[in-house]
C-alpha cells in the first residue's frame, strides 16, 4: 500500500541511500511525493561516495569511485568483503553524492547543511554546498 501525496511533515532516513543499488531517482522523488508542503526529510549517516575513501563496507582508499566489479574483486582479494555474500551492490560500498541526491528532487525544496565546522565554511565560501564532503 502506498502512502498519499504530501502524507508526511517529516520524513528521516538513516543510513539508508548507501543500502539502495543506483539509480536511486525514483526513491528520492518517492520521499519528496510523500513530504508534506513545508515538510521535513532528513539525511543522515549515508556515506558520501566523493571522499577518496570507503568508510563504510571495505574501507579502503579510492575503492569507491571503481567500476563496482572491480572494487567487489579488490575488496574479497584482501579480506574486506566474504566472497560467499549475495549483497555486494546493497552493501553500501560506494555511497551517495550530493548531486545525485539533489538532481533527483523534482519541486521547490530549501537545503540545509550543517555548518558547524571549518571545512562547511570553507565550501561556502568557494561557492559549493556545505555538505559537499560529509559521509
Known amino acids: 500500500m502506498s502512502a498519499g501525496d504530501a502524507t508526511f511533515g517529516f520524513i528521516l532516513a538513516n543510513a539508508v541511500f548507501e543500502h539502495i543499488p543506483p539509480p536511486r531517482t525514483a526513491y528520492i522523488r ?22 577518496p575513501a570507503d568508510f ?11 567500476p563496482s566489479s572491480v572494487a567487489h574483486r579488490i575488496g574479497v582479494l584482501l579480506g574486506k568483503f566474504e566472497p560467499e555474500r549475495q549483497d555486494w551492490e546493497s552493501s553500501g560500498w560506494r555511497g551517495m553524492g ?29 561557492g559549493l554546498p556545505s555538505g559537499l564532503l560529509d559521509p
Open 98 to 126: 550530493h548531486y545525485e541526491f539533489v538532481s533527483a528532487i523534482v519541486g521547490p525544496y530549501i537545503m540545509h547543511h550543517e555548518t558547524t565546522r571549518r571545512r562547511h565554511k570553507l565550501l561556502q565560501a568557494i
Open 56 to 66: 563504510h563496507t571495505l574501507h579502503l582508499p579510492l575503492t569507491n569511485w571503481l
Open 30 to 51: 518517492e520521499l519528496r511525493r510523500v513530504l508534506a508542503p513545508g515538510g521535513i526529510l532528513m539525511v543522515r549517516e549515508t556515506p558520501n561516495k566523493y571522499l
